[in-house]
Each structure stands twice: as structure tokens, then as C-alpha cells.
């Protein structure tokens, strides 16, 4: 008999198998059924068509358009959809993969046709058909062997070498098929293509096999996909938004950051305006952990090797790390991936007692990833990065109040950055994989302590995602939306009772029993890194910074030469009280200087001429809000003053 437990904890028994999601929904009312286009059984996203296990109790969950996953469901669907449409219009088409990304899907190409923007409008009417269509995609089930077999006949010759690599140790296999259409694939997929409601493609750009620059490039085309036509237009009307906050754009324009070829592909040059931006964000958070009790540290950007291997990092990392640097004398050195064996050394430095803990270590720690070529992205996506990384090491009994400061610190940082919109996820472990290290009690543990203070700080928007913790412990991510919309991955804090363990660095302290026991680390970083964040604030305000962030706060503009000395008088008066000012005193009109200082997104323009002069004030504008009159020179730095201490965002 099978148990079939729902989310309200009702139960539905099954005396005859096999049973299937569609079932389910069928026995509970037709328009559920018709509704339905996924489950989720036991954590696991299947299709609404795949066979249930044939006894015992699962868990499951029956997935509509309401339903966030089952938005990338229909994706990878139309992911299909747009492969076999590729297929219909040329020739000697070859297929990669086909995933889903963030706001859509790609699919990878071997074919002669160079395909451009002129192809696409061909590519979505052939897509409208097969969608017209409304066919079944069909689950097949088959062996290894017979799989290598079917993608040979068929001339698939990047699946046949995914399957005798990638795929090697799997004895079964699935397959999709679509009319005419069949793909490897392990799904899962929509009933019917029907259920896909609009359609776009994108972009097409090149792709490595596999992300290595050592194989052949791929054409790679973009698209995306929705339930209804409504949320696409809405969709496609963020994009043309987001192309107007382009951080590598703005970067540029605003002479904030750069990359050069020169220099290496994903390391960032920050300019001597983008460094301020940096510095002001590093003297906020340093600022609030000392308040807190942190002790800031420094440590090297290499390590040897053997550090990485007794903390897991290598080789558990080796694919997205710098190779080692090899010796003379035989030692290796890896670029620092991580900045948590360097703090783990530190606490190690000496005996560390009960009275010792909480030790709180901080630093700025900048540590080197190597992103495959086709994934760096300005600033968001890179190969080095600093990250305002702390390592707390504590007692089991201090894990919750210590979480809980670290979740507030992270609260803090978006809520000063206007930064309100956020959701919270709790990555834990997937019980069925082994990539987790340590017992399933320490796990179960961990992963109820993180709910516990969750609870008790009474988040709002929190949920559990199996499978999305680090190998050594659970963690809380803050995933914020901008003013867009568009969600950014960001702060996050992770529980660790990995790298204390006898398997790994052996920490201990001294209880007041004169016993040693075993400390638990907690890894948190608000911020994420200084890389990423500040890419995603460029966008967020679209290069208009708030007055405490901006590189140029005030800019003075002299109405003619005849008033530049008392100009200048200004500029000086306001610079020796801090503020980042400078003057505009070419011999061009107002408006001009006006014009100029709007395009670079100067928070504050002083307008200075004989009035301003004769009455020691200033004519004040702001970017957006234009003209704010007449004020004293004193009024207007106290203003500034007041705006830049309570960090105001307007």
C-alpha cells in the first residue's frame, strides 16, 4: 500500500499501483488535475506523470502556476520546445545541454547555421506551432548501454560523449520525447506543451562544451518563458529596465570599476571613485563589528596546500580553483579560496579556554575562484573577490544567540541600503546524498537550531531548500530583490561543525569541567562580497548613490568667472568638513554645468552668483528633486551633514 501524506497532513492511501502526481490530484478534484503541471514528493521536483515509489508513506506536494518551481519546470520545458524548433528550421543540428537559469533558460548548439536576432522571430513562430501542437512530453526510462546506443543512431554526438563520461556509472538513463523530438534528459517536464503560455528568445551568444576553454564552441541561445502573457510583458519590461542600470555600463560611464584583458579576465580594477564607494561600505561594517565584539585579522592570499586539504577545500574544490603553484623545493601553494582555514590557524595559535569564547574574527579577505570564461560577469560574477568574511568560534550553548547577532548585523546592512525586500532561505542538507560530512545527529541539530532562531526573530518569508547547504553545515541566505525585482543572492551565515571535528583541524577549548571540548563555527558574511554587492547597488540605484555613498557628493558651479573665489571659498569650506567636493568653474553656462553634474549623478549642485555671494549662502539642487532654494552656507553643510550620519536614502 502506498501513503500519499499532502502538505495539510492529510493522507490518501493507495491499495493498486503504480500511482502517479496526476493521480493524486485527479482523486482529490478535476480542477486540481487540470491545474497541476508538477509534485514535489519528498523534496524532489518530478514530473506530474512519473510513477510514485509503489509503497510506504512520501510526502507530496502538487505543483501549479501559483507555485515558484513550477516556473522552472515549464521552462526547461520550453527549453525543448525551442531545441525541436531549432531542429525543424536547420539541418545537422547537434544538442548540449538545456538548463534553466535564473530568469529563463538556454540551450547549446553544434550546428553550421550561425544563427542571429534575424533568425529569431523564425525560431518563436516554429515554436507557437509545436506549442499549438500541445503534445505529451513523454518520460522513456532505458538502460545505459541502449542509451549510448539510441544518441549514436540518432547522430547526437555531444550526448553520446556526456553519457560515456559524465554519465558513466548510471545503469539507467531517461529520455524525453516530443513528437518527433527525443532528449536526454533526467526532466522534469509539464504535462503538455500546451501548458506553456508565452514564449521569448532572448539571445544568442557562444558557449565552450562544457565550460573549458580548451574544447569547441557552441552556439548558445537564451530565451524564457511564463504561464501567462501578462508576466512576460512584465518580464521583458524589467529587462529593458535592467539594461538602463547595466553595472558594467554605468561602471564605465561613472568611472568606477574596470576589467582589462591585460590584467586577466574577471579581476576587477576599482577606480579611484569606485574605491571610495568600497572604502565608505568597509568603515560601515567594520564600524558595527567592532560594536560587536569582532576582532579584525589579516591573512595571506596563498596557503599551502596541505591547509586546503585538511579543511576539504582541496580537492573538494580543485575544479574551481587556480591550479597549485608548484616549488623548488617541493611545496605547493594554492591562491586562497577561502579565507576560514587561515581564521581556523588563528584560533589555533594558542589554547583558547571557556572564557575565550565567543572569539569573533574578521577580516577583508580576498580569495580567488576560477570562474570558467562564459560565466564571469563585471563585477557580479569574478575570480577575485574580497569578502567581509568573519569566523565565529563558539560554544554549543552560544550557537543561538550568536546566529542570531549575525542574522541582525545582516538585517542592519540591507534595512541602512533600502534594502527591504528580501526573503530568507535555510539551505540544509539532502538526506539521500553523501556529499555531507559529519553525522545525521549533528545535521538534525544544526538544521533545528537555524529554525529555532528563525522562529524566535519571527523572519518573514522563510523557506527550507534540501540540498543547498555547504558540505560541512546549514546555512541562511538572504536573497534580496532589487527595485526591480530581480532577486540577488547576498548576506549569508552558515553553521559548521565540519572543520572544528577530529577529522579536520581537531579545534578544542578547555570547559570549566578542565575537560577539552569541541567549539562549533559559525561563517557569515552580510555583505557577500564587496565585488558583488557593490555591482548589485550600481543597479539598484542605477549609479545615483545616497549622499553617503556617492564619490562626489557636492558639486559647486560658479553662475560666471566673476564668482569664482567665493565658489572656491565654498568648495574649501565644505571639504575641510569632510565632505567629497569639487568645482565647476569653466566658463560655460549654468545650465550646462547643471546638465553635466545630472549625467554624472551628483547627489548635491551648490549654484553660486551675485546673490549667493552678497548673502554668504548657496542656491541648492538635488539630482531629483531639482530646486531647493536659497539657503545659508551653514544650513546647507548641516543639511549634507545630517543626511550622510543617518546614512538617509531619498
Known amino acids: ?49 512519473e510513477v510514485l515509489p509503489r509503497q510506504g508513506e512520501v510526502r507530496l506536494r502538487l505543483l501549479t502556476a501559483k507555485d515558484p518551481e513550477a516556473l522552472d519546470v515549464l521552462r526547461h520545458s520550453c527549453a525543448h520546445v525551442m531545441a525541436r524548433a531549432v531542429m525543424r528550421l536547420f539541418p545537422g543540428v547537434e ?91 533526467r526532466g522534469p517536464h509539464v504535462p503538455r506543451a500546451g501548458v506553456i503560455g508565452a514564449f521569448k528568445v532572448l539571445s544568442v551568444a557562444g ?30 519590461a524589467r529587462l529593458e ?44 561594517i567594520y564600524g558595527e563589528l567592532m560594536r560587536s565584539g569582532y576582532q579584525p ?34 611545496d605547493r601553494y594554492l591562491l586562497k579560496p577561502m579565507n576560514c582555514p587561515h581564521h581556523v590557524r588563528i584560533y589555533q595559535s594558542k589554547p583558547r579556554s571557556y572564557r575565550d569564547l565567543p572569539l569573533r574574527l574578521a577580516e577583508f579577505g580576498t580569495v580567488y575562484r576560477f570562474e570558467q570564461s562564459g560565466e564571469l560577469t563585471g563585477m557580479t560574477r569574478v575570480r577575485g573577490f574580497t569578502q567581509d568574511d568573519a569566523h565565529i568560534f563558539c560554544t554549543e550553548d552560544q550557537v543561538g544567540e550568536e546566529f542570531r547577532d549575525c542574522i541582525r548585523i545582516t538585517q542592519l546592512v540591507l534595512s541602512t541600503l533600502g534594502l527591504n525586500d528580501y526573503r530568507v532561505r535555510l539551505g540544509f542538507r539532502d538526506p539521500t546524498s553523501d556529499k555531507y560530512v559529519g553525522s545525521p545527529e549533528t545535521w538534525e541539530r544544526a538544521e533545528a537550531t537555524l529554525e529555532a532562531v528563525c522562529r524566535e526573530m519571527r523572519l518573514n518569508n ?80 542605477a549609479g545615483a548613490f545616497p549622499l553617503w555613498l556617492a564619490p562626489e557628493q557636492v558639486r559647486v558651479l560658479s553662475v560666471s568667472e566673476k564668482f569664482e573665489e567665493y565658489a572656491r571659498q565654498v568648495e574649501a569650506r565644505l571639504g575641510g568638513a569632510g565632505l567629497r567636493v569639487t568645482g565647476d568653474y569653466r566658463p560655460e553656462k549654468i545650465n550646462a554645468k547643471i546638465r553635466d553634474a545630472q549625467l554624472e549623478l551628483i547627489p548635491y549642485m551648490l549654484v553660486v552668483g551675485a546673490r549667493e555671494q552678497e548673502s554668504g549662502g548657496v542656491a541648492v539642487r538635488h539630482r531629483r528633486q531639482g530646486d531647493l532654494g536659497a539657503m545659508p552656507l551653514d544650513a546647507a553643510l548641516a543639511m549634507f551633514q545630517e543626511e550622510i550620519r543617518s546614512k538617509t536614502i531619498r
Not at 565552450?208 to 518580464?235: I, N, P, V
Not at 585579522?297 to 599551502?304: A, D, E, H, L, Q
Request: aromatic content about 10%; some cysteine.
Open 207 to 236: 558557449a565552450y562544451w562544457k565550460g573549458d576553454a580548451s574544447r569547441e564552441q557552441l552556439q548558445r541561445l537564451y530565451g524564457t518563458a511564463f504561464f501567462t502573457k501578462k508576466e512576460l510583458d512584465e518580464h521583458l
Open 1 to 49: 500500500m502506498l501513503v500519499v501524506r499532502l502538505p495539510d497532513e492529510s493522507v490518501i492511501e493507495f491499495a493498486s499501483t503504480p500511482v502517479r502526481p496526476i493521480d493524486v490530484a485527479q482523486r482529490i478534484g478535476p480542477r486540481l488535475a487540470k491545474a497541476t503541471v508538477a509534485a514535489e514528493v519528498d523534496g524532489k521536483i518530478i514530473g506530474s506523470g
Open 95 to 185: 544538442l548540449g545541454f538545456g538548463p534553466t537559469v535564473d530568469s529563463g533558460f538556454y540551450y547549446d548548439f553544434r550546428l553550421e547555421h550561425k544563427i542571429s536576432e534575424d533568425d529569431f522571430p523564425r525560431i518563436e513562430a516554429e515554436m507557437a506551432k509545436i506549442i499549438a501542437e500541445d503534445e505529451l512530453f513523454e518520460r522513456i526510462e532505458t538502460s545505459h548501454e541502449k542509451a549510448v546506443q539510441i544518441c549514436e543512431d540518432l547522430g547526437q554526438r555531444l550526448k553520446v560523449e556526456h553519457l560515456r563520461e559524465g554519465l558513466s556509472g548510471e545503469e539507467q538513463v531517461s529520455f524525453y520525447r516530443q513528437g518527433e523530438f527525443l532528449d536526454l534528459c
Open 462 to 541: 522563510v523557506s527550507v531548500q534540501r540540498g543547498e547547504a555547504a558540505f560541512y553545515g546549514p546555512k541562511v541566505d538572504f536573497i534580496v530583490a532589487d527595485c526591480i525585482g530581480r532577486d540577488w543572492q547576498l548576506g549569508t551565515v552558515q553553521l559548521d561543525y565540519n572543520l572544528p571535528s577530529p577529522e579536520r583541524f581537531n579545534l578544542h577549548y578547555i570547559g570549566p569541567d578542565n575537560q577539552p571540548h569541541q567549539p562549533v563555527m559559525i561563517h557569515r558574511a552580510p555583505f557577500g562580497s564587496f565585488e558583488r554587492f557593490t555591482g548589485m547597488l550600481i543597479e539598484h540605484f
Open 297 to 330: 585579522v589579516y591573512t595571506p592570499n596563498i596557503g599551502r596546500v596541505e591547509l586546503y586539504q585538511t579543511s576539504g577545500h582541496y580537492p573538494y574544490y580543485a575544479d574551481s580553483q587556480f591550479p597549485p603553484i608548484q616549488m623548488a623545493d617541493g
Open 241 to 284: 529596465e535592467a539594461k538602463k542600470r547595466d553595472h558594467r555600463v554605468l561602471g564605465k560611464r561613472l568611472e568606477l570599476f574596470a576589467v582589462d584583458p591585460e590584467v586577466g579576465s574577471g579581476l576587477i580594477l576599482w577606480l579611484p571613485k569606485g574605491a571610495i564607494i568600497r572604502r565608505e561600505l568597509e568603515n560601515f
